[in-house]
């Protein structure tokens, strides 16, 4: 005896039918979406704007800052010419649309010092992976004389040392033999897709505060060996020396990096940690 064969009701299968193509569509343009989502994270360089000539294509820039955006935090650091002052930013972003939100943490340019603030910027990215970015405080039209670009940098992108990530100074000292001078200041690094941006705002017995700034390729070698590969520094006469500098760490949380003059035998000491640690105000 056969089983009995129960046919389809008609509405049923309708019913049936339209709930299927609704998740389809619901899916696709999930999907259509998600490919539309416009991102700017990564690592890169100022391209000065000295003329109104295209220069998204230019292979030979002169560098004078470097911009890291992670997934949520973003630093620059600029110098504008060998004798000008340095000046950088730290802060959290948010991206919606073409529209990116800076939370500044800290900002300084030469010795003047700014409150924390909240800027909007336009944003395009081309192709070629140059970021436009346009003053926009109060959503008006792009206007190109406020125009800044950056070329993206093909950074390590599978570099995931230890130290990557959003850190802050929490103490920065020279020791020479028995003699210990304490830096204050103000202090934050990004270490992130094998490259590095810092900047400081320090008094280095110089008898007021002023901005100094770094950044350049970062290299692991081990777990505890970095070397600083600068590109751009308030200091132009550390530009392309290979720094090595050693690692110790408190936790996952904390290291401390050690930088010794092979000239003088002097200890630079500085203690970080990771901006979004619970314990960081």
Known sequence: MYPKIKLFNTDQFIKMT??????MLIAGCGTKNKE?????SGVYQFIPNTSAENTENSTSVQLRGLKIYTDDYYIYAKKGSPD????????TYELEDNIVRHNSIFSSSGTKKYEPKISYYQVKKNKNGVLEIFNNPTGQQMDSKKLERYQYISGDEMSNSPIDGVWKQTASYSVVEKDTTWDP???Y???SNGYFVWGSYHDFQTGEFDTYMGGGRSVMNGKNNQVENVLISAWP???GLKIPISIEYQNENEFKQTIVDSNTGVKYIEVYRRLNDDSIE
């Open 185 to 187: 200041g103000v202090n």
């Open 237 to 239: 006469s550390v530009v």
């Open 36 to 40: 539309e989502i416009f991102d700017i």
């Open 84 to 91: 000008s002052s340095s000046s950088y930013e730290i802060g």
């Open 189 to 191: 690094k990004i270490i």
């Open 18 to 23: 339209v709930c299927i193509l609704s998740v």
